[in-house]
Nanobody, 120 residues
Framework: QVQLVESGGGLVQAGESLRLSCSPSESIFSFNRMAWYRQAPGKERELVAVTPRYGSRIYADSVKGRFTISRDNFKNTMSLQMNSLKPEDTAVYYC??????????????WGKGTLVTVSS
């Protein structure tokens, strides 16, 4: 069973930074796509940023210019550098990975989430 483990969440003040990390139990290169999602209290889960195996990274408009997603195939980790944090960034952040088999069937894997709280 593939596992994704997040780390790095915590409580910070507005304007500060945090770095989240995601460590998969298998090679990060086996994932066609990896991403960060978040879910704020009372809201639906939303996409924050995507890093495909090949191609350009994609960001939600709300985090463009503040967040940077990266993947390190050598260290087998994916990270989300979050700068200039705002109270509205408060949420549980989830690591997501998508793998595709030879038949083209895609499978989603999720971490359990890490809480980020930004105080004003």
């Amino acid at each position: 069973q593939v596992q994704l483990v997040e780390s790095g969440g915590g409580l910070v003040q507005a304007g500060e930074s945090l770095r989240l990390s995601c460590s998969p139990s298998e090679s990060i290169f086996s994932f066609n796509r990896m991403a960060w999602y978040r879910q704020a209290p009372g809201k639906e889960r939303e996409l924050v940023a995507v890093t495909p195996r090949y191609g350009s990274r994609i960001y939600a408009d709300s985090v463009k210019g503040r967040f940077t997603i990266s993947r390190d195939n050598f260290k087998n980790t994916m990270s989300l550098q979050m700068n200039s944090l705002k109270p509205e960034d408060t949420a549980v952040y989830y690591c997501n990975g998508v793998r595709e088999d030879v038949a083209g069937l895609q499978t989603d894997y999720w971490g359990k989430g890490t809480l980020v709280t930004v105080s004003s």
